[in-house]
């Protein structure tokens, strides 16, 4: 990628001396690439740093990176994260032995195509300085800018999707046809799973299908704490594809990855359940039905109280469980209690997660298998109880 990265103080251009360093420490025969995103200070430093590496003897060439799309009427669009395309296919060409003016060719051939936009829920925190409470709760601002620059407009925020549907609807008039690579970037502070989120959303989005590769999601251009992200567009070809997927050594580069379907495999034999025969018992279905009704209408009840001793979800974990046996009712064996304990069990081990499915699979499976040695409904029911107590060692609580 980059032989050098030439650092000023917080979204501050470093000075034409530092520049100029940094050109002097890696430039050989075969000259140097300047690779600066275009904004004023950058644009006239590292400009100034050229020139003056050009009186040295020095073969020195400069692009200007412009992909932000957010803000059609500035007559000089900002760069931003699609800037990473430009070093990595710039560097793979450097390294395979192309020379000045091919390398810098092909990195304008890629600033022209790629663009980029971002959105945030947040500004970004300037160490010393008091933050810019610009952006109010429950709304995002599209198209800010790396340094925190205000974006086209604030918009309400609703969630991922609606918020990726935003991006890509901007992008799209600028994305041409054809197969495309996307950067997704954390601006900052936005967590891993969000981003996948996120990634699963872009790649669902209109723009998805043609996506053929994929970097990120991995914070790339960062702008410190920023609880946002980007995504960066280019038109992809088959050399552009080989340069962004060649080994470079940066542990922060995550890659380029191609899309794909997820492949479903089927369960290995011996793990396939076997499905009861449905049996019709309109006051058991009645009975199940209303159960299944109680603990939906809990849900936030149950989870505040599991927040009090534990995560906070098991009023969720049980309603997902009532919902999903209330839509089974129809596959259900109702007028057989043995197989019906079974296939209760057997539906809330594949519907619920943590350990209550796995405590309710257990207490349906024993009461299944009491019900089948002549027990009564009560007596099933209690010997479940028993087992899933010998299991998790959980016991009524004693007087004191």
Known sequence: MLTAAVCGDVFASPSVDAVLAGILAVTGKAGCLLIVKNYTGDRLNFGLAAERARAFGLKVSMVIVDDDIALPELPQARGVAGTLFVHKIAGALAEDGADLDAVTAAARRVIDGAVSIGMSLDTCTVPGSPKEQRIDPGMAELGLGIHGESGVE????????????????????????????????????????????????????????????????????????????????????????????????????????????????????????????????????????????????????????????????????????????????????????????????????????????VLLAIFFAAAGDASASGADAVGALNAGLDRIQQVGGAAPATAR
């Open 154 to 357: 604030q918009v309400a925020f609703s969630g991922a999707r609606d918020a990726m549907a935003m991006v890509t609807e901007r992008l799209g008039p600028h994305a041409g046809e054809g197969p495309l690579v996307a950067l997704l970037n954390n601006l900052g502070g936005a967590m891993p799973l969000e981003m996948a989120v996120l990634a699963e959303e872009l790649l669902s989005s209109p723009l998805g299908a043609r996506i053929r590769c994929l970097i990120g999601p991995a914070p790339l251009m960062t702008s410190l704490d920023m609880q946002g992200f980007s995504v960066s567009l280019l038109p992809l070809t088959e050399a552009d594809e080989a340069a962004l997927k060649a080994d470079v050594a940066p542990i922060a580069w995550p890659g380029c990855r191609d899309v794909a379907p997820v492949t479903v495999q089927p369960l290995p034999d011996g793990l396939m359940p076997i499905q009861p025969m449905p049996s019709q018992n309109p006051r058991t279905a009645a009975f199940i039905r209303r159960c299944c009704e109680i603990l939906i209408a809990a849900e936030a009840d149950l989870n505040a109280l599991d927040a009090k001793s534990g995560d906070g979800d098991t009023g969720s974990t049980l309603a997902s469980a009532a919902r999903a046996l209330t839509d089974a009712l129809d596959r259900l064996p109702l007028a057989d209690l043995t197989q019906l304990y079974r296939a209760v069990g057997l539906e809330l081990s594949q519907t619920m997660g943590g350990s209550s499915g």
